[in-house]
C-alpha cells in the first residue's frame, strides 16, 4: 500500500525536526530554506535522511524544484508511486 | 527592485566577515616571493593555503621552459582548438600526461574546472543517471547542471549508500556514471575508492576519479589515491588540474575508453574556449617531467603534512580524519574561525578560511595547504603560531600564553 500524503508529511517533518530548534513551527507551507534557516548543503544533507526514511533517490533536478515541505512530499509521493 | 537584490542575504554576510578584519574573499598579496613566502600588508608571510603542493610555480625548469615557450610560440593561441588550431606542444602534453597515467589517451583543458564541466556534462546524457559524492567540488556539481542526465548524491564516502542507489535504479535505461574524488578538498580526506571501485564492478557502471588534490601528492609514481588504493585497472576517466602540484593552469582527462577523441567535438567546454596558451603548456610539461623523475617531492610533501597534522591534533585541536597535504582545523563555530583566520594573518600565516555552505557538515574551517617546498623551520613555526593563537582565543583549552613573536621575524629574519 502506499503512503498517504499525511503519511509523507508527517514522516518529513519528523526528519526536519532534528535539523531545526525544538521549538520551531513546521507545516506543509513552510519553505525549507528560507523559512527554517538552513543552507543549501544543509537542505542536501536533510534530503538524503528523507532519501532514506523512504527507500527512494531524489534526483537533485527535483529537489531545485522544491521550495516548501509540502511541495517535497508531493515528490515523494510520486517518486514513489512511479518505483511500483 | 534592484538587479543585484537577490544577493542581499549574501551582502550582508560579507559585511559580517568583513567586520572581523579582512576581507577573505579579497586577500591582496603585495609580492609572491616564492613557492612559500609572499609579502602581504607591507610584511612578509608564510603561505599556508595556496595548494602549491610540490612548489613548482618557482622551479627553474619549469620557468626556464615557460619562458622559452613565450618567446617562441607567444603569449596566447588566440582561440580554440576545433576551431582556431592545436599547437604542437598541446599534443605533446596529451601524450604526456596519458604516459604518466598509463591510459591510452588524454585531453587537456583551459582550466581544471572546465575538464569537470567538459567531461560529465558531455559524458552523460539524457537517460544517463550521474552519482555524485556528497562532498563533491563545487566544478562537479555545475558540470551536472550543465548536463541532461538525473543526478543523484550519494552519502559522502558511503560505498553502501552508492550501492542502494545503484539498486533503486534497477530496470531502468541508461548508464550509471559514478564521480568522486582522490582527496576532497575542504577536509583532505581520501575518497573510499576500493570500496566504490567494488561496487562498480559488482553492479556495473562507469568510474569517473577527480585526483585535483592528490596527483603528485599520493602514490608511488604520484599518480594519486586511485594508484594508492590499487584501483587505477577499474576508474575509467580520472581527471585533474595542472593548477595545483604542476605549479600552473588547466585541467586534464585521461582514459583508456575506445573513441575517446569523439568527446573533442562534442564537449562545449572544450570546444568554446580558448585553449592553453604556449608558456603554461611548456611549464606543465617541464613540471610533469620533474614529478616523473623525482620521487623525493612526493615523499616531501607528505612528511610535512604529516609533521603539521599530529602536531597540531596532538596540540588539541580537531583536525580533519587523516593526513593529508590538505590539513583542515575544526573551529567551534564561524565566529571563531573568522577570529582565528585573521590572528594567523596577524602573525603572519595565510591560511584558507572555510566556512558554510562552502564545507561539508556546515563546519567552519580553516584550511591549510601543505607543500614539498616548506622547510622544516616554516612547518615549526605555523605549527607554533596556531597553537599559540588556539590558546589566546580558548580553542584548545590550555592556559592563555603570550603570542609568540610573528612567524616571519624568526623564520624570515
Known amino acids: 500500500m502506499s503512503d498517504s500524503i499525511d503519511t509523507i508529511e508527517a514522516g518529513v517533518i519528523g526528519l526536519l525536526a532534528h535539523r531545526v530548534p525544538a521549538d520551531t513551527k513546521v507545516t506543509a507551507e513552510t519553505r525549507i530554506m528560507s523559512d527554517l534557516g538552513l543552507d543549501s548543503v544543509a537542505v542536501l544533507d536533510f534530503i538524503q535522511d528523507v532519501e ?11 529537489v531545485a524544484e522544491v521550495q516548501t515541505v509540502g511541495e517535497l512530499c508531493a515528490a515523494v509521493q510520486t517518486l514513489k508511486g512511479a518505483a511500483r | 527592485m534592484a538587479l543585484l537584490s537577490k544577493f542581499d542575504d549574501m551582502r550582508a554576510a560579507l559585511q559580517a566577515l568583513a567586520a572581523g578584519g579582512r576581507n577573505p574573499f579579497d586577500v591582496r598579496f603585495e609580492k609572491i616571493s616564492s613557492a612559500t613566502e609572499g609579502v602581504l600588508e607591507g610584511r612578509p608571510c608564510l603561505l ?13 625548469s619549469c620557468i626556464a621552459a615557460s619562458a622559452g615557450a613565450l618567446r617562441a610560440g607567444g603569449t596566447g593561441t588566440t582561440g580554440s582548438r576545433i576551431a582556431n588550431g592545436t599547437y604542437g606542444d598541446h599534443v605533446v602534453l596529451e601524450h604526456r600526461i596519458a604516459e604518466f597515467y598509463g ?29 555524485i559524492d556528497a562532498d563533491s567540488h563545487a566544478s562537479i556539481y555545475d558540470a551536472c547542471k ?26 531502468r535505461p541508461g548508464n550509471r556514471i559514478i564521480v568522486t574524488e582522490g582527496i576532497f578538498s575542504m577536509l583532505g580526506d581520501s575518497g573510499a575508492l576500493r570500496e566504490i571501485a567494488a561496487v562498480k564492478r559488482e553492479m556495473g557502471a562507469t568510474l569517473i576519479v577527480d585526483e585535483a588534490h592528490s596527483m603528485g601528492t599520493r602514490g608511488r609514481r604520484g599518480r594519486g589515491v586511485c594508484e594508492d588504493s590499487g584501483v587505477e585497472s577499474d576508474v575509467d576517466f580520472v581527471v585533474g588540474t595542472f593548477s595545483k602540484s604542476l605549479g600552473a593552469i588547466g ?15 562534442a564537449c562545449r567546454p572544450y570546444m568554446f574556449t580558448a585553449s592553453l596558451p604556449p608558456a603554461v603548456v611548456a611549464s606543465v610539461i617541464a613540471a610533469l617531467s620533474r614529478i616523473s623523475t623525482d620521487a623525493s617531492l612526493g615523499e616531501r610533501v607528505r612528511s610535512n ?9 596532538q596540540g588539541g585541536f580537531a583536525v580533519g580524519p587523516e593526513p593529508n597535504a590538505i590539513v583542515a582545523l575544526k573551529m ?30 556546515s563546519l567552519s574551517l580553516i584550511r591549510c595547504s601543505i607543500s614539498a617546498a616548506h622547510s622544516e623551520a616554516q612547518i615549526e613555526s605555523a605549527i607554533a603560531t596556531m597553537i ?3 590558546r589566546e582565543l580558548g580553542i584548545l583549552g590550555a592556559e592563555p600564553k603570550k603570542t609568540p613573536a610573528p612567524v616571519v621575524d624568526r623564520v624570515l629574519a
Open chain 2, 146 to 171: 550543465l548536463g541532461s542526465a538525473e543526478v543523484i548524491r550519494f552519502r559522502h564516502n558511503d560505498a553502501g549508500d552508492l550501492a542502494r542507489r545503484l539498486a533503486r535504479l534497477e530496470g
Open chain 2, 251 to 265: 585541467g586534464f582527462v585521461v582514459s583508456d575508453l575506445p573513441d575517446f577523441d569523439l568527446l573533442r567535438i
Open chain 2, 48 to 60: 599556508f593555503g595556496t595548494n602549491n603542493y610540490l612548489g613548482l610555480t618557482f622551479d627553474e
Open chain 2, 332 to 361: 567551534p563555530d564561524k565566529e571563531t574561525a573568522v577570529r582565528f583566520w585573521n590572528r594567523l594573518l596577524d602573525q603572519g600565516v595565510y591560511t584558507n578560511l572555510a566556512l558554510p555552505p562552502a564545507t561539508p557538515g
Open chain 2, 305 to 313: 603534512s604529516g609533521k603539521l597534522y599530529r602536531a597540531l591534533a
Open chain 2, 388 to 390: 599559540a593563537v588556539g
Open chain 1, 52 to 62: 532514506d526514511r523512504f527507500d527512494l533517490s531524489i534526483p537533485l533536478e527535483r
Open chain 2, 103 to 131: 591510459k591510452r589517451a588524454a585531453m587537456i583543458f583551459t582550466t581544471g574546472y572546465q575538464a569537470n564541466l567538459g567531461l560529465l556534462s558531455t559524458l552523460a546524457g539524457r537517460d544517463d543517471q550521474l552519482l
